[in-house]
């Protein structure tokens, strides 16, 4: 099943009944609409704030939100400057800058197998080959990818991670798991693209530093790391502004920098002011709403599968983030069961074979809990056992 | 001199006293901040509203807003639907997604000489050869263009123009010059990528059906056209939302879709909610302010270069947009004019050999009259006379 037919079938379910586990979105309930509302008409409100708003402007950013992302890195642990920092359409653009920049035809990106679909989709436009990354069960040696690379006839170029609460699986990598990391790309001499999409929405357990912080603690700067950091508001406080942001060495920046203006000139700018009285404004407040609802909800989900799925089916305890991970008996098809879930009991997910570039995972579903109020969620997975 | 460096050169003048013809930008005195400021206000009202404005959405756009679109291409005389239409993020977006669609390293990009810089900004990305349209003067033959390419290890993929008041020259193809664009066209088998940033602000003369309203009128559907039209509401409402469209044969857009959703998934959704509502209601209103307004200051930048310019210097009579092009004496080079304008008489404008793929036209300039009022226009262009 291609992911345009899941896309699909998806378009099916906006009717009355079906509880959805499909889309990976946040829940619309936590948006501050009266405070954006109130951003929106201060940026509008002087001339010359006016002015500036609806303007084109430089593509680097708006200086006031990229200061505000330079001081939010340097509380994670990433000393950046605001020469670090470019701002792009959600954390989306910056995948397929990267990928612009980083790949040709042939060349070979490293990717956990599942990995974020988005991802593959902006790599995929540069004609790369993939190759698994497997870091919690030990990766290839530095020549085994190389040689693969070399023989497809490009060179390894980066290495992509989500490495919190990921998109599709929920998984968290260890500590250990972003060393060796550090460890094979140092062999490879590759950056490493670390997708933070998610790593703001922890429910529990300890806080593991980013791959960027680890790797700035390891060389001194952060001019001089080999990591690549993707930021986003789209799960924090709103997606529809479509404002994200890279993070990396000046030198990568300038290049990002130019990227973006050949691509689409800039971030809408009023999008940009309204962000960033957001963040300054309400930034944790948000987050502390978004980990206390969605907490509920994973635990409501984790529950119910307890509860009701056959000894069979396996899945993962995300401590964060908006997904859960299930796999099924190996005869079971994500596919097909979605088709028998949306016909005959009214639940939709996301079969997990379109996250694994490799075209394995046939047996897996991505179960999102962001959306539907926990004794939905009960309801949903009770129904979905109910076809296993 | 680069852009880069130019672009350095232009962030000296954010001083007072300098008079800039260098960016063509629009005036934000035409912003329309109260209605914005409503509409914002009215996207973010009702929680229902505030959810899909601050949410993810569909990659083809705001259904309301491409709905206005292909009601606005039909006026122009193209019977579009909405599935004709992709909103992107500006027609610069555009742009680059045509780039990515349709060009491979070494195929050929006909272009004008000179033409919109962030054309080639976005084009090069995908490492094509630039070969020359002369619209008014003379193409080659398909037959030449074709050698050509071949000769350089590809194809031709395109032909790029800005049909009317073209940045940065401020001229206008005639109906003769767009059919033998699309007799070229044919014999090539090839795309017309038709830009029309500046169509909508003609101040004067009869208008001339857009390069696509002629193909449709000729092969009688939009659907079988080669055209590819670029529209935006940048030069009309305001540049600052980042919203444009594409409008081509529904097969084409089908492509442009996938590659939005790869890249960025979907334009600020409370964005297009607002300019579909500005659209909507002032649409008119805003485009007769603008013209009146550009009109004023076309007017007094061609009485001064009437009144100051020495007869060694050539310009252009545009009926609309917001440029004017100068050709001076052979032996006197845009940039040089330029350092010497910034400091010895607190002039910017921007050199012509950016505009040029081919590395000519050293002795032009671009000079934007969107944002000085009239009397300073007359006193920068006798400021620039006096060093010549």
Redesign the interface.
């Known amino acids: 099943m291609k992911a345009s037919e899941i896309r699909e079938l998806l378009k099916l379910l906006d009717q009355p009944g079906v509880i959805s586990f499909a889309g990976g979105?946040?829940d619309?309930?936590l948006?501050p609409?009266?405070e954006?509302?109130k951003a929106?008409?201060d940026a509008?409100?002087s001339?010359a704030s006016?002015?500036?708003?609806?303007?084109?402007?430089v593509s680097e950013g708006y200086p006031p939100l990229t200061r505000w992302i330079a001081a939010h890195m340097a509380k994670l642990g990433v000393p950046a400057t605001q020469e670090n920092i470019v701002v792009?359409?959600?954390s989306?653009?910056g995948l397929?800058f990267a990928g612009?920049l980083l790949l040709s035809p042939n060349d070979t990106a490293l990717v956990t197998a599942p990995t974020y679909l988005?991802a593959l989709?902006?790599f995929?436009?540069y004609e790369p080959r993939y190759d698994t990354l497997r870091p919690e069960h030990g990766n290839r040696t530095p020549q085994s990818y190389r040689e693969a690379a070399s023989a497809a006839g490009g060179q390894v170029k980066f290495a992509y991670v989500v490495p919190d609460f990921a998109n599709p699986t929920g998984e968290t990598l260890s500590s250990e798991a972003r060393r060796a990391l550090l460890a094979l790309a140092d062999e490879l001499d590759i950056p490493i693209l670390e997708d933070t999409a998610y790593h703001a929405l922890r429910f529990e357990g300890a806080n593991v530093p980013s791959i960027q912080a680890l790797d700035v603690a390891r060389v001194g700067s952060l001019d001089a790391s080999r990591v690549v950091y993707f930021g986003t508001f789209?799960k924090t406080i709103?997606?529809?502004?479509?404002v994200g942001w890279v993070c990396a060495s000046r030198a990568l920046i300038r290049r990002f920098v130019l990227?973006k203006?050949?691509?689409?000139?800039?971030?809408?700018?009023?999008?940009q002011m309204v962000m960033q009285r957001l963040a300054e404004t309400r930034h944790e407040a948000l987050i502390e709403a978004a980990i206390k609802s969605y907490r509920a909800k994973r635990d409501a989900m984790l529950a119910a599968l307890a509860a009701y799925m056959p000894k069979s089916v396996r899945w993962t305890r995300p401590e964060g983030g908006l997904f859960v991970w299930a796999t099924l008996p190996e005869s079971v098809s994500g596919a097909e069961l979605l088709e028998r879930a949306v016909r005959e009991v009214k639940v939709a997910f996301v079969p997990g074979g379109a996250f694994f570039h490799d075209g394995s995972g046939a047996n897996t579903i991505r179960l999102s809990f962001s959306l539907p109020e926990p004794a939905a969620i009960t309801e949903g997975v009770r129904r979905l056992a109910s076809l296993l």
Chains 1, 2 share one sequence.
């Open positions: 979105i946040p619309p309930k948006f609409a009266g954006a509302a929106y008409a509008l409100a001339p006016a002015s500036a708003a609806l303007q084109y402007s792009t359409s959600g989306q653009q397929d612009k988005g989709q902006a995929s436009a789209s709103a997606p529809g502004l479509r990227v203006q050949a691509s689409d000139l800039n971030v809408s700018v009023i999008n």
